[in-house]
């Protein structure tokens, strides 16, 4: 791989997999060629998010005899975040190579890091999480997909808990067939649809980027009654 700009060679990667009716498969082929030195994964911080770390810092919450799950973990940054909060947490991601490259920069984490598919995920997750954390992943598949992913990210929220969403924002009247992808940026109502079957939101805020000011990123929070 020789482009130097990440967000190219991640592009191309995925127009490949979209190409092949494979419109995961292009995250294993990006941190695979990421462990070889031949990419960048474009969203590895080295950090947790710094809008999640404020929520964190916000919300105080505390994760004592409490389970989270953290999806589309990728390198862990945000796992270890949540998990020294006492969260007893569930790090996914459906790149075997990305949960690899997680269990070796934290180890020794209290954090469990597993390969799963968020599109089918482990039926012994269903409502079983007192705090869910979606970050980019959604975003991550075509538009067409998300629908069905969102569904599955609220579906693993137990009543009573609470699930985060951050993503980058993109205005209602922008077309789909405008963006090229990935990222596809979530609308407004793309956000609010996380908030189905007893999930409420509570909070949503639109947000300067961290990295780029000129863009702007959702931070939204519900709660299942």
């Given at each position: 791989?020789?482009?130097?700009?990440p967000d190219t060679a991640t592009r191309r990667l995925a127009?490949?997999?979209?190409?092949?009716?494979?419109?995961?498969?292009?995250?294993?082929?990006?941190?695979?060629?990421?462990?070889?030195?031949?990419?960048?994964?474009?969203?590895?911080?080295?950090?947790?998010?710094?809008?999640?770390?404020?929520?964190?810092?916000?919300?105080?919450?505390?994760?004592?005899?409490?389970?989270?799950?953290?999806?589309?973990?990728?390198?862990?940054?945000?796992?270890?975040?949540?998990?020294?909060?006492?969260?007893?947490?569930?790090?996914?991601?459906?790149?075997?190579?990305?949960?690899?490259?997680?269990?070796?920069?934290?180890?020794?984490?209290?954090?469990?890091?597993?390969?799963?598919?968020?599109?089918?995920?482990?039926?012994?997750?269903?409502?079983?999480?007192?705090?869910?954390?979606?970050?980019?992943?959604?975003?991550?598949?075509?538009?067409?997909?998300?629908?069905?992913?969102?569904?599955?990210?609220?579906?693993?929220?137990?009543?009573?808990?609470?699930?985060?969403?951050?993503?980058?924002?993109?205005?209602?009247?922008?077309?789909?067939?405008?963006?090229?992808?990935?990222?596809?940026?979530?609308?407004?109502?793309?956000?609010?649809?996380?908030?189905?079957?007893?999930?409420?939101?509570?909070?949503?805020?639109?947000?300067?980027?961290?990295?780029?000011?000129?863009?702007?990123?959702?931070?939204?929070?519900?709660?299942?009654?």
């Open positions: 791989m020789t482009d130097d700009d127009r490949e997999s979209l190409a092949a009716d494979d419109p995961t498969g292009w995250f294993e082929r990006l941190y695979s060629a990421a462990a070889d030195g031949q990419a960048v994964v474009p969203w590895d911080r080295g950090t947790a998010h710094p809008l999640l770390t404020e929520w964190v810092q916000s919300a105080e919450p505390d994760g004592a005899g409490k389970r989270a799950l953290i999806v589309g973990a990728g390198t862990g940054w945000d796992a270890e975040l949540i998990a020294d909060l006492g969260y007893d947490t569930i790090a996914f991601d459906i790149s075997p190579t990305a949960i690899e490259a997680a269990q070796r920069a934290h180890p020794g984490s209290k954090a469990q890091y597993q390969v799963a598919d968020l599109l089918d995920p482990p039926a012994q997750w269903h409502r079983a999480f007192d705090l869910v954390v979606e970050i980019f992943t959604v975003q991550a598949l075509p538009i067409s997909w998300q629908a069905a992913a969102t569904k599955q990210v609220g579906e693993q929220v137990r009543p009573g808990g609470t699930l985060v969403v951050i993503a980058a924002a993109r205005a209602d009247d922008v077309p789909d067939g405008a963006v090229e992808g990935p990222p596809w940026p979530l609308t407004r109502a793309s956000i609010e649809a996380f908030g189905v079957n007893d999930l409420r939101l509570i909070q949503l805020e639109e947000l300067p980027s961290p990295s780029d000011p000129s863009s702007t990123r959702w931070r939204a929070e519900f709660l299942r009654d």
